[in-house]
Nanobody
Framework: QVQLVESGGGLVQRGGSLRLSCAAS????????MGWYRQAPGKQRELVAQ???????NYGDSMAGRFTISRDNTKNTMDLRIDGLRPEDTALYYC?????????WGQGTQVTVSS
């Protein structure tokens, strides 16, 4: 098991940048895949990006380019940098860890982009 706590969300203007961070309660070295998802009001949760323990990344549809995922296995953290924020990026952003096929979620951090 693992507890995940997201931080770094907030209210930003269009075109701005944010760095979201996910802190894990235990070592993430052996967690094969971690990822960021987001859910906007009235919409389904969608994949933003995933990263495996070796640093290989996978981005969701239309996410490559403005989103950059990274992880630090020594600090037990995973980050998501978002550049060129748009109003349509407004959502609750969740951190996820997959352990033996079981997903563990954080509570989410809100990102709101004003136009």
């Amino acid at each position: 098991q693992v507890q995940l706590v997201e931080s770094g969300g907030g209210l930003v203007q269009r075109g701005g940048s944010l760095r979201l961070s996910c802190a894990a309660s235990r070592s993430i070295f052996e967690i094969l895949v971690m990822g960021w998802y987001r859910q906007a009001p009235g919409k389904q949760r969608e994949l933003v990006a995933q990263i495996d323990r070796y640093g290989s990344t996978n981005y969701g549809d239309s996410m490559a380019g403005r989103f950059t995922i990274s992880r630090d296995n020594t600090k037990n953290t995973m980050d998501l940098r978002i550049d060129g924020l748009r109003p349509e990026d407004t959502a609750l952003y969740y951190c996820q860890a997959l352990i033996l096929g079981v997903p563990y979620w954080g509570q989410g951090t809100q990102v709101t982009v004003s136009s």
